[in-house]
């Protein structure tokens, strides 16, 4: 009458738990994402993302020093310009803010850790699109790709060991890597955000950067319908060919039966985006009292490990780096 097999026999004390655990996650397998804004004297709180700052170019490099000693795997930066203009010029000017703080941040932590830029135009765009805009008002993809290929080159010339564009442009990582290419940084790597999905969980961090897309707009004729699983597969597939180094899921939590998927499909690093709304709700909630945020922020970011993510960009990283290692 009573069981034989008894699951529960693996699981009476914590070394047992650990022994067999089948996943596990630990400040390598974190990335963090940080803004720095030009012309700050001062580090400026975020209010949406409690415990994040717009860095200035000091704090930013103190940040990261701090983040490669507690073993974290990568920093990934965003940048807030001082002015905008319609062609996003601050993506891919070399005085740009993410140029200028690639160069410091490498010249303080050089190899302890990976350094990658986010490429994009929207933090540096007046209208806030992803792209240059067609007189009528419509995103340019091909015209876009141009200035994407501009940017790779300012971030690696600045020190980027990768970059990663995010602005979900057809044929952005071919023009980025014949661009680098071309300019013999065929080093420097290339993590696709391939499967981004158009969400509702982007709010805290359009404020963290100051984008408001004109005229209420936003990124549905670019960015993925959250309707749509194989797509995903048609994303990844044509980034691969184009010469993507590593691919991305994001959001994370949402779309675990994606990055599953892809785990199953490819072979390059996969990695999921935990994005600033998630983590948001998790402080929140936390705020509250109503989670334990700790306990929670452990169990989504073990998820996306168990699900197939080799790696995570994540709020979370420099905040739970120390209690995982
Ligand atoms: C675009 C970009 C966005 C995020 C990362 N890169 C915003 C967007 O697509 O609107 C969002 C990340 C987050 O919410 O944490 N440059």
């Known amino acids: 009458m009573f069981p034989t097999e008894r699951p529960r026999r693996l699981r009476r004390s914590g070394p047992l738990r650990r022994l067999v655990a089948e996943t596990d ?56 310009p001082a002015t905008k203009d319609p062609l996003g010029s601050g993506a891919y000017d070399d005085e740009g803010i993410v140029q200028v703080a690639l160069r410091d941040v490498v010249a303080e932590v050089g190899d302890d850790l990976v350094v990658m830029a986010d490429l994009c135009l929207d933090e540096y765009t007046d209208h806030g699109h992803c792209g240059v805009l067609r007189p009528d008002g419509v995103v340019d993809n091909d015209a876009t790709l141009e200035y994407y290929g501009r940017a790779a080159l300012a971030q690696a010339r600045a020190g980027a060991a990768v970059v990663a564009p995010s602005g979900m442009m057809d044929g952005q990582v071919g023009a980025i890597r014949h661009a680098l290419d071309d300019a013999g940084f065929s080093d420097t790597a290339i993590l696709a955000y391939s499967a981004k999905y158009a969400s509702g969980l982007y709010g805290p961090f359009r404020e963290a950067v100051g984008v408001e897309i004109a005229g209420g707009g936003n990124r549905s004729t670019y960015q993925q319908d959250w309707r ?24 994370a939590m949402t779309y675990l039966d994606i990055l599953r998927d892809l785990r199953e499909a490819v072979d390059v690093p996969l990695c999921a985006y935990h994005v600033s709304g998630e983590y948001s709700m998790i402080k929140a909630a936390a705020e509250r009292g109503w989670i334990d945020g700790d306990a929670v922020a452990r169990e989504q970011l073990g998820a996306l490990r168990r699900a197939g993510a080799d790696f995570i960009l994540t709020y979370f990283a420099g905040e739970i780096a120390g209690s995982i290692s």
Do not use: C, W, Y
Not at 42 to 65: K, Y
Not at 228 to 251: C, F, Q, T, W
């Open 228 to 251: 749509n699983r194989r797509e995903a597969h048609r994303e990844v597939r044509l980034d691969l060919d184009e010469g993507a180094d590593m691919v991305m899921v994001k959001p």
């Open 25 to 80: 996650l630990l400040p390598r397998h974190l990335v963090a994402p940080l803004f720095v804004a030009e012309g700050r004297e001062h580090p400026r709180p975020i209010e949406s993302l409690p415990g994040h700052v717009q860095h200035t170019r000091d704090s930013l490099r103190r940040e990261v020093a701090e983040l490669a000693r507690r073993g974290v795997g990568g920093v990934i930066l965003f940048g807030v």
